[in-house]
């Protein structure tokens, strides 16, 4: 055998069977915090949920896919997110503001960044593996599925909880792999289906901000934007954002801790202005701001 045969094998067969066997490979997927056979009869970090339970009803839902994808994020992409939208701390007990689970029918799976690295591993139980990403051979959640499952796979996830371009890339890199793998959104978000104790809403009334503190009324706000969709060409907009909709109404609320937002969505054209919200969070001032 030439050093040129035994390149290209290399090359060929190593990856392969490295891409296998990750988690018998690399401690990072296997040397959790009292995790190993000894340290699971010793007590556990105070801050650690047991999983098993919530794990073992979600799967019950995962008849139709073999995959499902629970991110951070609410419906707006906010940076901090109420109770009721913490459905990734809920499935994995994992408390930071970033990371991502991915749970299959025999694995649970949380990538999360250097920050959350040591906070992660305190918080989640022995039911999850942690994905520390940035450290060497750590795999994305792509890598991860390519290695892991044959043709066909079907991952599904809540559409209305990740990005329109995070969506389309993850679907994107799935094509790539060549192996006829679905990403499906679910009929009904699965992690809401077994949440039972699930906090409520806030229902607290939103209030309108005086044009004192805001520097501009929202009638100002709302022409200047009209005059940027027609430089564009457009007709109209939809507004998702809630920092956005709080800046451009002049409105705020208390949906969400330490935001001072009203969960709503907004649409614009030239004519209109939308405001979907709860009714009940409407105040008469919001009315009649609105009713102008």
Same mark, same amino acid.
């Given at each position: 055998?030439?050093?040129?045969?035994?390149?290209?094998?290399?090359?060929?067969? %190593?990856?392969?069977?490295?891409?296998?066997?990750?988690?018998?490979?690399?401690?990072?997927? &296997?040397?959790?915090?009292?995790?190993? &056979?000894?340290?699971? #009869?010793?007590?556990?970090?105070? =801050?650690?949920?047991?999983?098993?339970?919530?794990?073992?009803?979600?799967?019950?839902?995962?008849?139709?896919?073999?995959? %499902?994808?629970?991110?951070?994020?609410?419906?707006?992409?906010? &940076?901090?997110?109420?109770?009721?939208?913490?459905?990734?701390?809920?499935?994995?007990?994992?408390?930071?503001?970033?990371?991502?689970?991915?749970?299959?029918?025999?694995?649970?799976?949380?990538?999360?960044?250097?920050?959350?690295?040591?906070?992660?591993?305190?918080?989640?139980?022995?039911?999850?593996?942690?994905?520390?990403?940035? =450290?060497?051979? @750590?795999?994305?959640?792509?890598?991860?599925?390519?290695?892991?499952?044959? =043709?066909?796979?079907?991952?599904?996830?809540?559409?209305?909880?990740?990005?329109?371009? %995070?969506? /389309?890339?993850?679907?994107? /890199? +799935?094509?790539?792999?060549?192996? /006829?793998?679905?990403?499906?959104?679910?009929?009904?978000?699965?992690?809401?289906?077994?949440?039972?104790?699930?906090?409520?809403?806030?229902?607290?009334?939103?209030? @309108? #901000?005086?044009?004192?503190?805001?520097?501009?009324?929202?009638?100002?706000?709302?022409?200047?934007?009209?005059?940027?969709?027609?430089?564009?060409?457009?007709?109209?907009?939809?507004?998702?954002?809630?920092?956005?909709?709080?800046? +451009?109404?002049?409105?705020?609320?208390?949906? %969400?801790?330490?935001?001072?937002?009203?969960?709503?969505? @907004?649409?614009?054209?030239?004519?209109?202005? @939308?405001?979907?919200?709860?009714?009940?969070?409407?105040?008469?001032?919001?009315?009649? +701001?609105?009713?102008?």
């Amino acid at each position: 055998m030439n050093i040129l045969t035994l390149f290209i094998l290399t090359f060929l067969i %190593v990856p392969s069977l490295y891409k296998k066997n990750w988690k018998k490979r690399d401690s990072i997927y &296997s040397d959790r915090k009292l995790c190993s &056979s000894d340290d699971k #009869l010793r007590e556990q970090p105070l =801050n650690r949920i047991n999983t098993t339970a919530r794990l073992t009803a979600l799967r019950k839902l995962m008849s139709e896919i073999d995959a %499902v994808l629970v991110t951070s994020d609410d419906e707006h992409q906010t &940076s901090y997110v109420s109770e009721s939208d913490k459905r990734r701390q809920y499935i994995s007990g994992f408390s930071g503001s970033l990371g991502d689970a991915l749970i299959t029918k025999t694995e649970a799976l949380l990538w999360t960044d250097g920050r959350y690295h040591l906070q992660a591993d305190d918080e989640l139980d022995c039911n999850w593996i942690l994905m520390k990403e940035g =450290n060497a051979n @750590v795999p994305s959640i792509t890598e991860w599925l390519n290695a892991e499952f044959p =043709n066909g796979a079907m991952i599904g996830a809540d559409a209305k909880l990740i990005p329109a371009k %995070v969506w /389309n890339e993850l679907e994107d /890199n +799935l094509k790539k792999l060549d192996k /006829n793998f679905g990403l499906i959104d679910t009929p009904t978000n699965l992690i809401d289906a077994i949440w039972t104790d699930r906090p409520h809403e806030v229902e607290n009334q939103a209030y @309108v #901000l005086d044009s004192f503190f805001t520097g501009k009324s929202w009638e100002q706000k709302i022409s200047e934007v009209r005059k940027e969709i027609a430089k564009y060409k457009a007709t109209a907009m939809v507004v998702t954002a809630l920092d956005e909709i709080s800046w +451009l109404l002049n409105i705020r609320g208390s949906d %969400v801790p330490y935001t001072g937002f009203l969960k709503a969505y @907004v649409f614009l054209s030239q004519d209109d202005v @939308v405001l979907y919200t709860d009714l009940k969070k409407n105040s008469r001032k919001c009315q009649r +701001l609105l009713q102008k």
